[in-house]
């Protein structure tokens, strides 16, 4: 049995590695390639912390005990600096609790909020002992006057956290004590004293927070509704019973308006409530638990608002990336009408989270103060009545879960991880708003990508950072229109299109990138906020990449090839520039597809080489990429280059050993030379990568050819490429042109391994399994398999978390569960609480509150009572 669940949970793996929906990068990007502007000072690391300003020219950076003001029009012009270093007195303390002098000891900015035209609030780790300052904007200098930083900023440096001022109060998710462990959603404003979470492992249980912020009515405020901070986390559920911690993302909301309670949850929130964040491919059974960042795409109306999130899965050697999108207005439906959960105490000592299906007091525990409550005279939060808070107390979080837009991912993508994530909204010429999708990942890399009818399409990777490393922090500027990129080395600006690096119009087209478009006129590719209005309707633009809108190519004149001569028996390298991953290239010789030769091979960037040319092999050669476009369900083929390959037969034959092989100048000197050519038409690009600067003829006097096997094509094969690969994940890191993309993905010598040990690993999990489910810790897995083999379905929304407990609900048996039920109680009884279980789906949720248990001798010693909060112990050594 345990085979059959291990191979169903492989299988699962390998089909979502290898069959999986993942979208490919057309376009691939090289950092040498781009002048992207950067920005770091020698000395100064961790460049985490951004902050563009609406009113100003500028983008402050908070590094690692520095502060810097960047013009946001070129980050490379620094208008602005502060140091803000750790006195002796908190140095010393800081080390002797064991922390690093060199690493941990020091002062992350990593709050910058804007307090008002003049000043900003910063806080920093300050040596583990957090502190927050107000930098006068005028002459940038700090105020000197620092405050207690508790709650605001987290201790350590390495810890997750977020912060969101929203008018003078900051917002923070951190953590409250020196060794991280008692996390912290406050609110700090200067006039009140600082409201925040229970500590409980109900309301936060080691939760990463990834991101805040607020959605405002807008001034719309029918109902006279308060504004709403949202705050995503990751934290270890509460709810799911599973072997180790699970992991689960969430999305948490107070009110602005709150003050806290009067007698029950003094200074606490009264509004906090929290729900699951669902993103998981239902038809592959597969969750994507962990998220690490989130972008609000704000739109005029809150409804209109959606919510971007990157996820990977807790597992991550599946090496899957995704984002999933959320409506607002399904957000918010669930913190308004959803249902909440309890703690229930099941045999005696083991606590479980179930449905509660009581009657939930009146006004709603966790919401916000509204018209209706104020005619009920609760015109804040502290005239809350004590049965509403206790139970908002004891209830904060909801069972339904929140569903991404579509119940699926818009994204998934292989071999990344997804660090950050900003979407900008764009208009493109058809009309038609499309919502731009850019991801930072863990090696430095961005994708840009669009959502075209349901579909997702990677318009480009680019390499953002010199180095491999993680993109720390993602900003995005429409009026500069250029992202922003914090790491630990600098801050790098790009802009959000590479329009004129798109050289022909069938490119441009085929790039299905929204800010770009042809230009016939100019035959150039423009990005369309930069043409003036009059011309926008002569560009050609076409979203799905159909390439036929293009002016047809008049065909290259012969003259135009460009003309090789080479010495007969030497080598000629014919190369071919197109940088469409989604493309293959095809070789042509006098007007036929190449098919023949052991002579022809195919070098890296899609280059023809030719060994030991022959008279025959005179005539004209023709580089072509076609490019198949799903969106338009059409292959476009175009000519990327055209030689004519003549022998010189020189009067007197040369008496020389070796071989001669002509080469047209390396890769970099052509791409660089192709990007030069913005705005010039395809002939241009031709000619430039015809004839390149350092044509040289270099004469290799060693190894023949001939000898090397691996080089030699199987006779009678066409000359076909499969696409690009695509960036290295270190730029440094030269790739064997050889290589087989296949191999790339796949990585079979890795995947065996991981394999093996997943085997291994699972082996042991499903042994502490059976034994958990023995011993009956386990009860509501097993009894949901019991449910599963008599047919009852969860709900279709939920299927995500099945794939976890796969494991769980198949190797705890059938008769595990009639075990869990008393041994009294008689057959029909039995059968009536199975169709209890099937009738209501939700078999681990007995109905509590409203007492339909189902019988005396319950399955379960439900304690239907409010469950008093646990309380982490406590371990402040600070205070
Ligand atoms: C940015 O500023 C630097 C330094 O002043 C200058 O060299 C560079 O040309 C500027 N780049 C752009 C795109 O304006
Ligand atoms: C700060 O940057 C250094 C150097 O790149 C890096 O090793 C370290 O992990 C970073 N620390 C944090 C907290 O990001
Ligand atoms: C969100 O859902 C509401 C109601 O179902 C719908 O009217 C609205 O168009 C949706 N918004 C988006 C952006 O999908
Ligand atoms: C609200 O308060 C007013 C004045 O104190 C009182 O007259 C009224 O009955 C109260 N209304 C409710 C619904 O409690
Ligand atoms: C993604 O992150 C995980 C965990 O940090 C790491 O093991 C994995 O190698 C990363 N994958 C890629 C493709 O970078
Ligand atoms: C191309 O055509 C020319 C003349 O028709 C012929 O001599 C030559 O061998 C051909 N070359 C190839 C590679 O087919
Ligand atoms: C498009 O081109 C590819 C590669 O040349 C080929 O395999 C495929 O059959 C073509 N599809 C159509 C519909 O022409």
Redesign the pocket.
Known sequence: MGFGVLGVFLGLLLEVSTHGPHAVPRTSWRHQDLDLMEFSEPEI??Y?TLLLSEKRDALYVGA?EAIFELSKKNVTVKNNKVQWTVAENPMVMCTQKGKSKERDCLN?IRVLQVVDDERLYVCGTHAFQPQCDYLNLADFSLDGRPEDGRGKCSFD??QSFTTVMVDGELYSGTSYNFLGSEPIISRYSPSQSLLRTEYSTSWLNEPSFVFADVISDGGNKVDGEDDKIYYFFTEVSVEYEFFGKLLIPRVARVCKGDLGGQRTLQKKWTSFLKAKLVCSMPELNFVFNVVHDVFILKGADWRDTVIYGVFTSQWGNVGLSAVCAYNMTAVEEVFSKGKYMQKATVEQSHTKWVRYNGITPSPRPGACINNLMRRQNVSSSLHLPDKTLQFVKDHPLLEDPVLPIGNGPRLITKDVNYTQIVVERVRALDRNIYDVIFTGTDKGVLHKSVVYEGEVHIVEEIQLLKNSESIKNLLLSSETRSLYAGS??GVVQSPTAFCGRYLSCDDCVLARDPYCAWDPHTAACVNIFDAPSQRLRKLIQSLNGDADKCPSASSLPLKDYRRVTVKPGSSAELPCLGHSNLAQVMWKSNGSALTEASRFHLMGENSLLIYSVAPEDQGQYECWSVEWAPAAGKNFSRLLAGYVLTLDLPPRAPHQAGHVATTLGSQETSSSHAAEGNGKTERALLTSALAPPSFTATVHLTSPPQTDSSLTLPPSSTIKFQPKQHLPPSSSAPRPDSRDPAAEYLQHNNSTALLFLFLLFFLLFLAALAYNCYMQYLPAPCLRLRAALLGTQKSAHQPEYRACEAGLMESSATDKITMTEQPTQNGSQTTQSLRALRDTGYETEPECGNGQIPSKEKPFDVDCESQPIQFADADEPYC
């Open positions: 690391f961790n985490s690692r992350y440096p390495s630990d080395s």
